[in-house]
């Protein structure tokens, strides 16, 4: 089945999401994991050390300016994995969601470089969280925080994050049912916010 932006719009509504499989010769599944990981909105913390990190102003954010980078950085192996889900054809289909306004980054930049972000799909009132990188310390968590502010500000009421991890429980990152998940999904799609 060949996946188009319409198909992929249409799984985020129905709250599942696909990741492709490098060992498979990039085969890809869908996933609707439960118990899911979300980062509450109204219940956001950032960590003191962060504060004076985002006091002293590092970083200059940009949103959209070059999404397909933002990708192609997140897909890079790291000392902590060889592989990775974001392959060719998650980034051609992610792009396209880009192009076509369902799809964003938020980006890092430090002296002309690109050094941190993050994407993700937003529709409604929901913004999934996809992949994020850093190359500068801090520079992915600044784009997070500005990431939260943005989607307070627009009226967002979900911020999708997936699957758990050290780093997002951090900032308050908690696991829910998938059917809470589904039912929060359903009040977040009802949501009219702009990213």
Known sequence: MVITPQILLNAYCKGIFPMAHP?????????????RAILPL???HVPRSL???IRHSPFE???????KAVMEACAEPTPERDGTWIDGTIITLY???HEHGFAHSVETWQHGKLVGGLYGVAVGGLFAGESMFSRATDS???????L???LQTKGFCLLD??????HLQRFGAIEISRDEYHARLARALGVDAKF
């Open 148 to 150: 939260v502010n943005r």
């Open 161 to 166: 994050i997936q699957f758990m991890t050290p």
């Open 23 to 35: 060992e498979e010769g990039g085969k890809i599944y869908w996933y609707d994991p439960d118990p």
């Open 140 to 146: 992915s968590k600044v784009a997070l925080v500005y």
């Open 51 to 53: 504060k004076r990190t």
């Open 95 to 97: 792009c396209q969601l």
């Open 42 to 44: 109204e219940n956001f």
């Open 61 to 67: 954010i940009r949103v959209n300016t070059h999404f």
